[in-house]
Each structure stands twice: as C-alpha cells, then as structure tokens.
C-alpha cells in the first residue's frame, strides 16, 4: 500500500517570499503521478501541478514548481512570490499510473498561510 | 457546465438518521469518485464508479453506506443509521478518461451527527 507523509501541519510566509512544502512517499510502484492540491477554505480542492515519475524534469507552473527526487521519494512543492490568495491547505497526493481505480492516495495536508 | 456539483453543501443529522448526498458531475466525465475527510486528514477514498458501474469500493465503505450511479448521471451516497463517526467532509470528484490530468472536485458536503 502506498503512504504520504507531509510533516509540516503548519506554516506561514510573508507575501512576495518563497516558500517550500515537503512531502514524502512509500511505493513499490515504478509508475506513478504525483500531485499538489491547494484546498482554499471552503472552497473546493483544485490541482495545483502534477509530477509523471518516469520524467526527471521537474514540473512547474507559473509560480509554482517542485523538486522530485525518485530515489529519495521525496516531492517538495515550491511557491515564489507567495500571494495572498495563496493561503490554503495543500495536499501532496499519490495515483499509480498503470489501470486499475486511479485513486489518490493524500497525505494529512500543510496549512499555508501567507502574510501581508 | 459549472463544474462538479455537490448538494447539500451542510447537513446536521441526528445519531441514528439516515442521510443523502447528492453529486452531479460534468457531463462527459465517466469516472465518479467519493471521498471522505475528516478534520486534520487529508481526503480519503471510499468508491468510484466508471459509467454506471461501481468498480471498487474502500472497506472504509461500511455495509451503512451506499452509493449508486443510475444511467451513469449524478451520483448518490447514502449513509444509513448515522454515527458521529460518520462527521466529515464527503467529496465527490470527477474525470473524463484518466485521472493523470487531475480530478475536479466539488465543494463538497459537510456532514455534522449529533
């Protein structure tokens, strides 16, 4: 069974700094995508990049970009130039990449709060 | 389409009552998911449904709950003598052939038993 370890439950940064959220991960897999999702409050759950593990470029999206390392299962999410709206609680999710329910595999969440 | 849409947005039940959530995903999505959260976790699987039929289902899924798919449209869950277990955000989500580009959520309905 695949985990997802995020151990940072908090954190905060001021606005226009740059900020990094950890995750971690167990798989026996070989073929997987990896995901960050930013869930604003109480508001729905959006995708915020998407990492294919059989790619060792690092994905990014505009402020956003991560740093995956494979053998390390490690798949960190930085954000530049942190904006207000920023705050959410993010989520590092797991999906096995070959057939079967593609399922996410989530792990407890950071809650990010950006300060003015 | 607006997007994937789940009502009621709040629900407070009674122990012991039975409640129904309801999903209407995008139209050409095929895949229906269901997801649970509870306060401090992050969204854990329960079902999904390609079309109308049900392909798996989480042994969190007790035999109280339930969950249909009729003519692969909107989708319904169904918990059956509530507990206060059972208090959490429910999310349903949505995918038209693979959930390697990302699910849309709904925003989900939020469940209180007392």
């Known amino acids: 069974a695949q985990t997802v370890t995020q151990s940072q439950p908090e954190m905060s940064v001021q606005e226009a700094e740059t900020v990094t959220l950890s995750c971690t991960y167990d798989?026996?897999?070989?073929?997987?995508?990896l995901f960050w999702y930013k869930q604003p409050p109480s508001r729905q759950m959006i995708l915020v990049i998407r990492?294919?593990?059989?790619?060792?470029q690092n994905a990014t999206e505009n402020r956003f970009s991560v740093n995956f390392q494979k053998a390390a299962k490690s798949f960190s999410l930085k954000i530049s130039d942190s904006q207000l709206g920023d705050t959410a609680m993010y989520f590092c999710?797991?999906?096995?990449?070959?057939?079967?329910?593609?399922?996410?595999?989530f792990g407890k969440g950071t809650k990010l709060t950006v300060n003015p | 389409d607006t997007g994937v849409s789940q009502n009621p947005r709040h629900k407070i039940t009674k122990r012991g009552q039975n409640v129904t959530f309801r999903c209407d995903p995008i139209?050409?999505?095929?895949?229906l998911y269901w997801y649970r959260q509870t306060l401090g976790q992050g969204p854990e699987f329960l079902t999904y449904?390609?079309?109308?039929?049900?392909?798996?289902k989480s042994r969190l899924l007790s035999d109280r709950f339930s969950a249909e798919r009729p003519k692969g449209s909107f989708s319904t869950l169904e918990i059956q003598r509530t507990e206060q277990g059972d208090s959490a955000m429910y999310l349903c989500?949505?995918?038209?052939?693979?959930?390697?580009?990302?699910?849309?959520f709904g925003s989900g309905t939020r469940l209180t038993v007392v």
């Open positions: 989500a949505s995918i038209q052939t693979s959930g390697a580009y990302g699910y849309t």
């Open positions: 999710a797991f999906m096995k990449r070959q057939g079967g329910s593609e399922k996410l595999v």
């Open positions: 990492q294919e593990a059989y790619k060792q």
């Open positions: 449904f390609q079309n109308e039929a049900q392909l798996e």
């Open positions: 798989t026996s897999e070989s073929n997987y995508y």
């Open positions: 139209s050409e999505h095929n895949r």
